[in-house]
């Protein structure tokens, strides 16, 4: 199977290829200096070129506080960008992926997100991210919508690589702890989304690592796993207030995966201890 791969140097889209090619398929990977997602020109001649049996649409507008001051190039990114995209692919009658994320909900209460809740985002990265969903629903039958959570992976920044860079110098951090969901290694993230793009079965889908944590209880492991004498304090969101709104609840069902035959990622804590020997 020949796949394009949007985004391919971020840290989801990295994996994906790598993923790909170790299965046999081909993998096309691109990023904006080979297709501008918000010219739409650009997006038509690149992908009728490539003439893949899919395509996994990774790349995204993801700083969520910039975001909150830059609502037009958000949206050309996440919401125009995704629909240049999907007609592409309705054209040529292929299949599509979309990696969104749980910011479409509203982040409140205890329940686990389903698959199928009413979104109603509350920041502006949430919303254009909503946009992007609508995009393929309305232009697409053949598509998957994953959403993802709390990312991190060898290729670009993320949560861990910030909390072992500031235990270097100092012996306390402050970290929120009221802010619930479940990390995301795109190592394991990949390896089910290819597992997903092989079959037909199509529809909306969470993804994460099992397991449930606090931003402050994550942070804890990552220095313990490191031996990493660093001592966390939590703090409410209240108290660490950011331009963007953060969902309080991004506890996300799996279930779904299941009832089509797909494998719920490892734990957490055994993602986070094999990502720590992958970049140590």
Request: contains cysteine; charged residues 30%.
């Amino acid at each position: 199977m020949k796949v394009f791969v949007t985004g391919v140097k971020g840290q989801l889209g990295h994996d994906v290829v790598d993923e790909l090619e170790k299965r046999g398929h081909e993998a096309i990977g691109v990023d904006i200096d080979e297709m501008d997602i918000t010219d739409a020109g650009s997006v038509n001649r690149v992908i009728r070129e490539a003439s893949p049996d899919a395509v996994i649409h990774c790349a995204a507008y993801t700083a969520v506080d910039a975001a909150e001051d830059n609502l037009e190039l958000c949206r050309r990114v996440n919401a125009y960008g995704t629909e240049n995209i999907a007609r592409v692919c309705r054209e040529l009658d292929i299949k599509m992926m979309y990696i969104s994320t749980d910011y479409v909900f509203n982040g409140q209460g205890t329940r686990p997100w389903e698959p199928d809740d009413e979104r109603e985002p509350l920041n502006v990265y949430g919303l254009t991210k909503y946009e992007g969903e609508l995009a393929i629903e309305q232009n697409l039958t053949k598509y998957f919508t994953v959403r993802i959570a709390w990312v991190f992976g060898v290729n670009g920044r993320n949560f861990i690589k910030t909390m072992l860079n500031l235990g270097k110098t100092r012996d306390k951090l402050t970290v929120v702890s009221d802010q619930i969901g479940s990390p995301t290694y795109t190592y394991d993230l990949a390896r089910l989304l290819v597992d997903m793009i092989e079959t037909d079965k199509y529809g909306r889908y969470h993804a994460t690592n099992e397991g449930l944590c606090s931003w402050c209880d994550f942070a804890r492991e990552i220095f313990k796993q490191a031996n990493m004498n660093v001592e966390v304090i939590p703090v409410t969101s209240a108290e660490y207030p950011a331009k963007a709104k953060r969902p309080m609840n991004s506890r996300m069902s799996k279930d779904k995966l299941e009832e089509n035959g797909f494998e719920r990622l490892p734990s957490w804590q055994d993602a986070l201890e094999r990502y720590l020997k992958e970049i140590q």
